[in-house]
């Protein structure tokens, strides 16, 4: 069972990393292997689809969530929304329309969103599920909205364990519905 992780912020190590890291590490704890696209490994030119020719970077992207047996996606809240580095790699799955499984058909999608306050880390939340849903995905029924302080995130851990809490929920329920997902297809 592959679950991959695509978020943060073209700054390595922000906290939107570290939050989808620790979800990440909760869902390996439940059996599955983890794929991790963060920063700067989705600084892919803009998604254009009459382009035929894809670089390096975006075809990894998609070969790997192609596979995946479970998503999840973290993105800072940027005035309201999806930053444009989260948005743009999720438009690459439209290279995936013509597959087997289009999209994330099927599959868990845990929501994360980083924000200096509750307003757009909800607002984040709320675009992310939109997003899941347009791309066929289930989002799962937790999502872990974060208001970020300084200090919540040392050397990768967190400092807030009822925060850790909810990101390990998030990482448990994609890993636990992948694998309930797969028991039904086989």
Request: glycine share 12%; charged share 20%; aromatic share 6%.
């Amino acid at each position: 069972m592959l679950v991959v992780g695509l978020g943060g912020t073209l700054r390595g190590g922000s906290s939107c990393e570290a939050a989808l890291r620790i979800a990440l590490d909760e869902a390996a704890k439940f059996g599955a292997e983890t794929q991790c696209f963060c920063g700067p490994q989705l600084d892919l030119p803009m998604y254009n689809p009459i382009e035929p020719t894809r670089p390096e970077s975006a075809l990894r992207l998609v070969d790997a969530l192609r596979r995946a047996d479970g998503v999840i996606v973290a993105s800072p809240g940027y005035h309201g929304s999806i930053s444009g580095l989260i948005k743009n790699a999720l438009d690459y799955t439209e290279d995936m329309v013509n597959d087997a499984r289009v999209y994330f058909d099927g599959i868990p999608v845990g929501c994360i969103a980083t924000g200096n306050g509750p307003q757009g880390a909800m607002t984040t939340i709320d675009a992310l599920r939109a997003v899941t849903h347009a791309l066929r995905g289930f989002p799962t029924p937790f999502a872990a909205a974060i208001c970020v302080k300084p200090g919540l995130f040392a050397d990768g851990a967190c400092t807030d364990p009822g925060i850790e809490r909810n990101l390990r929920l998030v990482g448990r329920q994609v890993a636990t519905f992948a694998n309930v997902e797969r028991r039904i297809v086989a």
